[in-house]
């Protein structure tokens, strides 16, 4: 059974950074894709950002230039770096993995961003 358990969410001004983690229970060189989505308050959840095994990334039109979406394969781990925040950037932040037909999601880390 995989596992995807994000951290670093929290409370920023905007205009601020925040990294967000998301480690895996086993290796991620095997899934197909990893990405980061989010969840605003009243909204739909959204794709934000993902990366493939190859290493190809696809962002949201309304992140692109800010976040960096990366992986480590030694630890297992995908990263959204995040910069230049915005208000609207808040929400619950969740790390989905693929892998063939299957979906995996982590628990969630709440993003704020005051202005």
């Known amino acids: 059974q995989v596992q995807l358990v994000e951290s670093g969410g929290g409370l920023v001004q905007a205009g601020g950074s925040l990294r967000l983690s998301c480690a895996a229970s086993?290796?991620?060189?095997?899934?197909?894709?990893m990405g980061w989505y989010r969840r605003a308050p009243g909204k739909q959840r959204e794709l934000v950002a993902t990366i493939t095994t190859g290493g190809y990334t696809n962002y949201a039109d309304s992140v692109k230039g800010r976040f960096t979406i990366s992986r480590d394969n030694a630890k297992n781990t995908v990263y959204l770096e995040m910069n230049s925040l915005k208000p609207e950037d808040t929400g619950v932040y969740y790390c989905?993995?693929?892998?063939?037909?299957?979906?995996?999601w982590g628990q969630g880390t709440q993003v704020t961003v005051s202005s």
């Open positions: 989905n993995a693929v892998l063939f037909v299957a979906n995996y």
């Open positions: 086993g290796s991620i060189f095997g899934f197909n894709s």
